[in-house]
């Protein structure tokens, strides 16, 4: 299984973006994907997932109503469409897969990261 993310880059306050986590050796299965994002000197803290069925669940209250999750699983990709953008939002950011759905913090495969600069 790899993961490979995209869309990252440097964006003003308040602009959005888009980041995308295309999936490749993930058939036949059921795989959740997860966002995560580790800024300088700060853990790497879990944002958003989605499982198979397009569920999703939030794990950050700081982007409720700015970010969302969504995957096309015919193009075996996920998406993290970012709104309002915040310099705090400034981060590398991560996807993960795991089988199963969302629960759980265990995930088996990642990604090698974007970079997402939010500054004027």
């Known amino acids: 299984v790899q993961l490979v993310e995209s869309g990252g880059g440097l964006v003003q306050p308040g602009n959005s973006l888009r980041l995308s986590c295309a999936s490749s050796?993930?058939?036949?299965?059921?795989?959740?994907i997860a966002w995560f994002r580790q800024a300088p000197e700060n853990e790497r803290e879990r944002v958003l997932c989605i499982d198979t069925y397009g569920g999703t669940t939030y794990y950050l209250d700081s982007v409720k109503g700015r970010f969302t999750i969504s995957r096309d699983n015919a193009k075996r990709t996920v998406f993290l469409q970012m709104s309002s953008l915040k310099p705090e939002d400034t981060a590398v950011y991560y996807c993960a897969a795991k089988r199963g759905g969302c629960f759980g913090t265990v995930y088996d495969y990642w990604g090698q990261g974007t970079q997402v600069t939010v500054s004027s």
């Open positions: 050796g993930v058939t036949g299965e059921n795989f959740a």
